[in-house]
């Protein structure tokens, strides 16, 4: 469809509507990870997904919601990407070890696909306050799901130096934030982290730091 038919501010069908919810999404994801939830507008937003500001507020209705939709729809490509690894390891019960070093490489592979989210997540740790809160509370859910295979490495002897939640710091500091920072990590390394190769050998470097014992 065209940007003219798209600025109509008729009603549009399921599918329509569909799409462009999804490219408002797409939009304010970039926008708020470029400059931040204060830096930028709800015009901003519409004009760079090429909607009426009309049509924005009626599928979102304020710059608040759009951020907490942004947020909503992240995390749960996370959850979704996860939920079949602990399926699988529930159904056919994989060693908690292969289930964690999996579930690591996916969270950073995810990450690098989109690196507006640990962004996002950057410039909230930065203000604080209540967005902060609610990036933590959608985090929840991806914990939970990870704990119990935590708790048994730690029943094993493994991640004596960890809590849960400081397990989930290091994986955070050590496989995200170089990605969310990656013009800097290229920069220190002499490398291009976001590159294929270069991402899986991260993935290896951070697997063999958390979990030194699976070092070949």
Not at 32 to 46: H, K, V
Not at 133 to 141: A, E, G, K, S, T
């Amino acid at each position: 469809m065209n940007q003219a038919h798209e600025k109509l501010s008729g009603r549009q069908s399921e599918s329509t509507a569909q799409q462009t919810r999804q490219r408002i999404l797409l939009s304010a994801r970039h926008l708020f990870a470029l400059q931040g939830f204060e830096g930028i507008s709800l015009r901003d937003i519409a004009s760079h997904a090429e909607v009426t500001h009309g049509l924005l507020r009626h599928h979102f209705g304020s710059k608040e919601a759009i951020w907490q939709a942004v947020v909503d729809a992240a995390l749960a490509e996370y959850l979704a990407a996860l939920l079949p690894l602990v399926d699988a390891a529930i159904a056919e019960q994989h060693e908690p070890s292969a289930v964690i070093q999996r579930s690591v490489a996916t969270i950073i592979r995810l990450s690098a696909s989109f690196c507006e989210v640990p962004r996002l997540m950057v410039h909230e740790s930065i203000s604080g306050g209540e967005r902060l809160n609610y990036f933590m509370q959608q985090l929840r859910p991806l914990s939970a799901m990870m704990q119990p295979f935590f708790e048994a490495m730690r029943a094993e002897g493994k991640f004596q130096q960890f809590s849960h939640p400081t397990f989930l710091l290091a994986v955070i500091s050590l496989g995200i934030l170089p990605l969310a920072l990656a013009s800097f990590s290229n920069a220190l390394a002499q490398i291009d982290i976001l590159e294929q190769a270069e991402l899986e050998r991260h993935i290896e470097r951070v697997i063999a730091t958390l979990m030194p014992w699976t070092a070949v």
